[in-house]
């Protein structure tokens, strides 16, 4: 098979959104400055494409305004800044038991510091009651911090319940957006979200390397910057400016990836993000329903596909799941992740602790033909 068939789409997706290189190539060969570093036009030129990114993201989310988006690398940039620019020693953050390890390890670095957690409990599908997270609230929390949907099983947190819960508590909410953004609606003023961490190269079918957070004024306010330096603002004085974005964006943003994900964010808000993901979960299902009657899989996940993102997780239980993972690579050209996908306590939630499971993420790029040809190459591996 000559043409890969791309099943990694949890990890970053490919392809991305038409225009996304030609704009990073204008960028890089036509334009080159900085921004709010230069009183000439072509500075003024770029620093309008980074508004409209900003503009175009907070639509996307619903989020509070151009000036609330904050760039950064990733999404893990994003959280870190979040998690350890807000909790002080003494604190306590309620998570769920699916975490990525872009929240739990910054809170292990933060339990050494004195911030402690309490995981609220999901079932073996990576489901979470909201309820179950009440009793768990203390007068020392100050937040609650949530990914959107699961990156080993797909499976969505209720996040406007959970929102409401923070609210009614006097928490912040914060949620992980990675595998959710770009796809399935999010609002962050329906669903209480004091901050949303998103990354540009995934479901927004950007670049590597950019991601950020859109962050609600008071609670802005209320997170201290991890990193100070120049802003192009305020240059008069040695203090870091007050006023958003530039509160936490010191030093040179990674302007050719702040391009290619607006041309992105413009691709996507022309589609629409329930176009997308109906056409993911469509492919989704079809994968699921082809391997379900196979002999020696387990599929983890909910069954109720309107609580699911576009990820089919499978443990092969009569054969190792790496060898199977290799094997449909170097056969059959099908690329998926095997192993803990960096969220050891999703696993144990599942109970696919320390095995793992091989993921098949789909986009909307993905075919009908591609999804039945993993399917025959699946059950042919399992046949020998």
């Known amino acids: 098979m000559d043409r890969r068939i791309y099943f990694d789409n949890a990890s970053t997706s490919f392809p991305k959104a038409p225009g996304v290189s030609e704009a990073m190539r204008l960028f890089v060969e036509e334009v080159g400055c900085n921004i709010s570093r230069g009183g000439y036009a072509d500075a003024f030129a770029a620093a309008t494409v980074a508004l409209e990114a900003r503009e175009r993201l907070s ?166 910057p991890l990193i100070a330096g120049g802003t192009g603002s305020l240059s008069d004085s040695e203090e870091i400016p007050p006023f958003l974005p530039d509160r936490f964006e010191a030093g040179t943003l990674n302007l050719p990836g702040i391009y290619g994900l607006n041309a992105a964010l413009g691709q996507i808000l022309q589609t629409g993000t329930e176009a997308v993901k109906a056409r993911e979960i469509s492919l989704a299902r079809r994968l699921e329903e082809g391997l379900s009657g196979m002999r020696g899989v387990r599929l983890l996940g909910t069954g109720d596909w309107s609580k699911r993102a576009a990820i089919v997780s499978a443990d092969f239980t009569r054969l190792d799941n790496a060898d199977l993972s290799s094997r449909l690579d170097e056969e059959y050209r099908i690329l998926t992740r095997c192993g803990l996908h960096c969220a050891p306590n999703a696993h144990k939630t599942l109970g696919t602790f320390p095995g793992g499971t091989v993921r098949f993420s789909l986009s909307a790029a993905n075919t009908e033909e591609e999804v039945d040809s993993c399917i025959a190459a699946v059950e042919e591996i399992l046949g020998e």
């Open 59 to 224: 639509r996307l989310v619903n989020g509070p305004g151009a000036r609330h988006v904050v760039f950064a690398a990733n999404v893990t940039a994003a959280l870190n800044a979040l998690l350890k620019g807000y909790l002080r020693p003494g604190d306590h953050i309620l998570v769920s038991a699916m975490e990525h390890n872009a929240v739990m390890r910054p809170l292990r670095q933060l339990e050494k510091l004195g911030v402690t957690f309490s995981r609220i409990p999901c079932d073996d599908t990576g489901a979470l009651d909201p309820a179950a997270a009440l009793p768990l609230i203390k007068k020392e929390t100050r937040a609650i911090c949530v990914t959107h949907a699961s990156n080993v099983c797909g499976t969505l947190l209720p996040v406007a319940e959970l929102g409401k819960i923070a609210q009614d508590n006097g928490l912040r909410f914060i949620v992980d957006s990675a595998q959710t953004a770009g796809v399935f609606p999010i609002s962050m003023a329906e669903m209480k979200i004091d901050a949303l961490a998103f990354t540009g190269h995934k479901g927004l079918l950007g670049p590597q390397g950019i991601g950020g957070f859109v962050i609600a004024g008071d609670f802005a306010a209320e997170v201290e």
